[in-house]
């Protein structure tokens, strides 16, 4: 599969937890974006990096989140202190710098209970 | 005003029937605008995507931009009950951002 890969699929996890997410992007590809879903709602922009800088954080990204791409490669994004709010479909996309076209995972589900 | 408006629907046409999916956008500078396709409980799935003006097609499904009144169309032909999804326009963020700005989405019926 040479797809945007992103694990876990589904998460449930404790208000007040730490959660940790991750994508693998398509191979070749050195733009690698964050988006949150809610039910009803278009993808909404998180963060990006191009290889392993991060250059653009929305003002959604509250102090909670933290994403990292250490090595221009996979990404983890991490919410600490889960709030009920969090729960969404937290998305992952992939782009080669240039082309406009942005290719998403699909997505990990966070239930926070 | 959002920078990119769009119905949610539901719009429930008839199998065979052409579709007309439309989304309006608020800044003229943009260059570039998308259409995904998404699946209940997946990622959304790039369709196309038009620069400027005019139309671009790809096999049953046409893509048009207006710049002139802001309005970006998707048309879908002879439709099927497999494209039954939502569909969600997207436009750059503009501002010098990489992202993409995504309208609500219109979720689709096509009814066999």
């Known amino acids: 599969d040479t797809g945007v890969s992103q694990n876990p699929r589904h998460k449930i996890t404790k208000r007040g937890q730490n959660v940790t997410f991750r994508c693998d992007p398509i191979?070749?590809?050195?733009?690698l974006y964050w988006y949150r879903q809610t039910l009803g709602q278009g993808p909404e922009f998180l963060t990006y990096?191009?290889?392993?800088?991060?250059?653009?954080k929305s003002r959604l990204l509250s102090d909670r989140f933290s994403a990292e791409r250490p090595k221009g490669s996979f990404s983890t994004l991490e919410i600490q202190r889960t709030e009920q709010g969090d729960s969404a479909m937290y998305l992952c996309?992939?782009?080669?710098?240039?082309?406009?076209?942005?290719?998403f995972g699909q997505g990990t589900r966070l239930t926070v209970v | 005003q959002k920078e990119v408006e769009q119905d949610p629907g539901p719009l429930s046409v008839p199998e065979g029937a052409i579709v007309s999916l439309n989304c309006t956008y608020s800044n003229s500078a943009f260059q570039y605008f998308m259409w995904y396709r998404q699946y209940s409980r997946k990622g959304p799935e790039l369709l196309m995507y038009?620069?400027?003006?005019g139309n671009k097609e790809d096999g049953r499904f046409t893509a048009q931009v207006d710049k002139s009144s802001k309005y970006i169309s998707l048309f879908i032909r002879d439709s099927q009950p497999s494209d039954s999804a939502t569909y969600l326009c997207?436009?750059?963020?503009?501002?010098?951002?990489?992202?993409?700005?995504f309208g609500k989405g219109t979720h689709l019926i096509i009814q066999p």
């Open positions: 191979s070749e590809h050195n733009r």
């Open positions: 997207a436009i750059p963020s503009g501002g010098g951002a990489d992202g993409l700005t």
């Open positions: 038009t620069y400027s003006s």
């Open positions: 990096f191009q290889n392993e800088a991060q250059l653009e």
């Open positions: 996309a992939s782009s080669l710098q240039g082309p406009p076209e942005a290719f």
